[in-house]
């Protein structure tokens, strides 16, 4: 039912996690927030509850498999349940393979796939003691089309996609799965980049980017979809990205 669910985040004190957040909450779904700034995560949950909304938030480093497990155990704890996983936090310290930054490798390595496996280590036993879930992870259309600069970004993305997938197939009539694909969309990953060529391509991007509300209605879509039915994958791009 629209607006009655308890839904997990992570990644969410900005950007697309922080617009799924705001969205949800905003329709009557009870949030909980998991990232890594203290700071951040009190004032995205303090403006939900400020503006009516049902909030709590937990710091989380989704690198780490004990503190995403302690995420869910705060959700089940404070709501007796957990509805809806969205594993969407994400690094993006792109960079040519040349530059041989490898500690940026391990970390997209460690948050963009081991994130969503620690999300799915987390979630299975509450969905199978439920009988009822519903895993969402946020990969990339660099997952389908790869370009010089992005490859390990890309990479990891893929590997996102092809886990879900499994997940999906292995979980079919008991839980969801949902994969989300987003282009070019307005966050502050830009910041976390290093080269110059790629930083500002994609400052260029950004010109056409997609708001990140965009991304938190297609969550909201999947989410609401009838009993019996699952959306596997949404490919979502700014009109203008070629």
Not at 59 to 82: K, N, Q
Not at 94 to 103: E, Q
Not at 144 to 170: D, F, H, N
Request: proline residues 4%; contains cysteine; glycine residues 12%.
């Amino acid at each position: 039912m629209q607006g009655s669910k308890v839904v997990a985040i992570t990644g969410a004190s900005s950007g697309m996690g922080e617009a799924i957040a705001r969205t949800l909450a905003a329709r009557g779904d009870r949030v909980v927030l998991g990232a890594r700034g203290e700071a951040a995560l009190a004032r995205v949950g303090g403006e939900i509850r400020a503006a009516g909304g049902e909030a709590t938030w937990r710091l989380t480093d989704v690198a780490r498999r004990d503190e995403v497990s302690a995420l869910v155990a705060h959700t089940v704890a404070t709501y007796g349940r957990l509805d809806v996983f969205v594993a969407n936090a994400g690094a993006m310290p792109i960079g040519p393979l040349d530059a041989l930054a490898v500690d940026d490798w391990e970390l997209m390595v460690d948050v963009n796939i081991k994130g969503v496996l620690w999300g799915i280590a987390a979630v299975l036993p509450v969905f199978r003691a439920q009988g009822s879930g519903h895993f969402i992870a946020v990969a990339s259309t660099a997952a389908r089309k790869v370009v010089p600069g992005m490859a390990v970004y890309a990479g990891t993305k893929a590997a996102v996609a092809a886990i879900c997938e499994g997940l999906r197939q292995e979980v079919a009539g008991e839980f969801r799965v949902t994969t989300l694909f987003p282009g070019y969309t307005a966050t502050n990953f830009a910041d976390h980049v290093r080269d110059d060529g790629l930083r500002a391509q994609l400052a260029a991007g950004a010109a056409i980017a997609m708001p990140p509300e965009a991304v938190a209605a297609v969550v909201a879509f999947a989410i609401d979809q009838p009993e019996g039915v699952s959306i596997g994958e949404i490919v979502l791009r700014p009109t203008a990205q070629g």
